[in-house]
């Protein structure tokens, strides 16, 4: 049974820094590149970063550049995401998930097949 479970939400001030984790089980990590998808309170799903099997390659979504830092632990069967000079508009419900098919030379997304439950970040003075 494949099993996603997000940690390391919480409650930050603006500027301020959380690293979200992933724990993955249930399937073989390193086979499967991975995603970060953040939903919003009222917004819908909005794509964050994806990371490679291998961790070779990574994707961002403008807003993040610079600012946050996917990461995996293929030994640890573990994702991460590094997240630093947060906003408030940074506030979301984190999810990530495992992508079944996508390009890896775009970055292109066709399908993502299992989801963790999400983890609350909010930023707030």
């Known amino acids: 049974e494949v099993q996603l479970v997000e940690s390391g939400g919480g409650l930050v001030q603006p500027g301020g820094s959380l690293r979200l984790s992933c724990a993955a089980s249930?399937?073989?990590?390193?086979?499967?590149?991975m995603s970060w998808v953040r939903q919003a309170p009222g917004k819908g799903l909005e794509w964050v970063s994806t990371?490679?099997?291998?961790?070779?390659?990574?994707y961002y979504a403008e807003s993040m550049k610079g600012r946050f830092t996917i990461s995996r632990d293929n030994a640890k069967n573990t994702l991460y995401l590094q997240m630093n000079s947060l906003k408030s508009e940074d506030t979301a419900v984190y999810y990530c998930?495992?992508?079944?098919?996508?390009?890896?030379?775009?970055?292109?997304?066709?399908?993502?097949?299992?989801w963790g439950q999400g983890t609350q970040v909010t930023v707030s003075s």
């Open positions: 249930g399937f073989t990590f390193d086979d499967y590149a």
């Open positions: 990371i490679s099997g291998n961790g070779g390659s990574t």
């Open positions: 998930a495992k992508i079944l098919s996508w390009n890896e030379n775009t970055g292109w997304i066709n399908e993502y097949d299992y």
